[in-house]
């Protein structure tokens, strides 16, 4: 970590480079660490495609797709910002959690862009990235109480500021865009799941089938889907739907129900996550929710609900900043480059990488 330079510009520009998944992203933002930021370029390249007969994203082939087209997306999200290198402050790229095949790809394209054009490296935490988004759209303060759902994550945390965050609560067995995802597989709905099962119950009964509401009324603030998934198994099973086939109306009432109680499960705990929040900072929140599962719209009405009802608001980043994407990485290094905190071009990528951890790193 090196310490902050007093000649940084106010104006801080930076590359941000994403490769933790299936998604190839890259895009330019500019800001100064107190937000709003402004987004210059933001390309996303998704996999979809290439993923699509197995179900799942595939990790070789996702590492060997970012490496075809890393540096043609790198290219575009510059001319789109209009920028060359070296008026770039700094290059940022995901070097965790994720595939490790793909962060490499990533961090190695940005070490290089940084040791060629002699700028400043950052090692952005990808949970960082997706915690931190909220403040390049929306520009609020900290501290604020953040419920992170992606593919890979279900977490409550308290951000107290860059690289300071306290884990309230999480997940004991699968995210819920992982839930979202195989719930989508077991009716047959296509892939990516989660939009996908979005879809779907808009045309569906939330009341049609009695799934359960996994930890409900229990202390304390975890979750867990893997008994509403079983649920959900054994509810397709015995309606004949099981893997697409049967009766559509039958698939939307079991997608609505699934995603009436993930909404349930979600709202119960981000109303007792506000009182312990209001109790800790003295502070009614703000609510913030980001990752990919943030996208669906019935949930963020669940929590503005939810919110509202505390005395908060709910604060959520527009869709195209909630699942992957490059604009997210390039803010967070904004926002830790305006602190000094950058990297030395050895740090090594890794696949698994707390945000709890954060503050101790560099
Ligand atoms: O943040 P993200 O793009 O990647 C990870 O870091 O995991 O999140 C992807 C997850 C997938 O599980 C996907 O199904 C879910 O977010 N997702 C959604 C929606 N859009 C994406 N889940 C529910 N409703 C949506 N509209
Ligand atoms: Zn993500």
Request: hydrophobic residues 45%; aromatic residues 6%.
């Amino acid at each position: 970590m090196t310490k902050p330079s007093e000649d940084l510009p106010e104006n801080l520009v930076v590359l941000g480079i994403e490769t933790s998944c299936d998604e190839t992203a890259a895009a330019v933002v500019s800001g100064a660490g107190a937000a709003p930021g402004e987004i210059r370029s933001n390309l996303v390249l998704s996999q979809l495609d290439e993923h699509r007969p197995y179900g799942g994203v595939v990790p070789e082939i996702a590492a060997r797709s970012h490496m075809d087209h890393i540096d043609r997306l790198v290219e575009e999200a510059m001319e789109q910002a209009g920028l060359t290198f070296a008026e770039l402050d700094g290059i940022a790229a995901t070097a965790g959690p994720g595939l490790i095949g793909g962060v490499f790809v990533g961090v190695m394209t940005a070490k290089a862009i940084a040791l060629a054009w002699e700028k400043p490296f950052l090692a952005v935490n990808h949970l960082e990235g997706h915690a931190l988004s909220v403040r390049l759209s929306d520009g609020i303060g900290f501290p604020y109480l953040l419920l992170l759902v992606s593919g890979g994550h279900c977490q409550l945390l308290a951000v107290e500021g860059v690289g300071r965050y306290r884990r309230l609560g999480g997940t004991i067995d699968d995210a819920l865009g992982e839930a979202f995802d195989k719930t989508a597989k077991l009716l047959g709905l296509g892939y990516p799941g989660g939009p996908a099962v979005e879809q779907a119950a808009e045309y569906g009964n939330p009341e049609a089938f009695d799934l359960p509401r996994p930890m409900l009324g229990r202390p304390g603030l975890d979750f867990s889907f893997s008994g509403l998934k079983t649920a959900l198994r054994h509810a397709a099973e015995k309606a004949g739907v099981l893997g697409g086939g049967g009766n559509d109306q039958t698939r939307a009432d079991l997608a609505a129900s699934f995603q009436a109680a993930a909404g349930d499960i979600l709202a119960e705990r981000c109303t007792k996550a506000l009182e312990t929040f209001q109790q800790d900072y003295g502070t009614a929140g703000p609510l913030v929710v980001a990752g990919g599962v943030a996208a669906n719209r019935s949930l963020r009405a669940r929590l503005e609900s939810v919110a509202a009802a505390a005395g908060s608001r709910l604060v959520a980043p527009p869709p195209k900043l909630c699942t992957d994407n490059a604009a997210m990485i390039a803010w967070a290094g904004v926002e830790r480059l305006a602190l000094g905190l950058t990297d030395p071009l050895d740090f090594a990528a890794r696949p698994r990488w707390p945000l709890e951890s954060l503050s101790a790193h560099g």
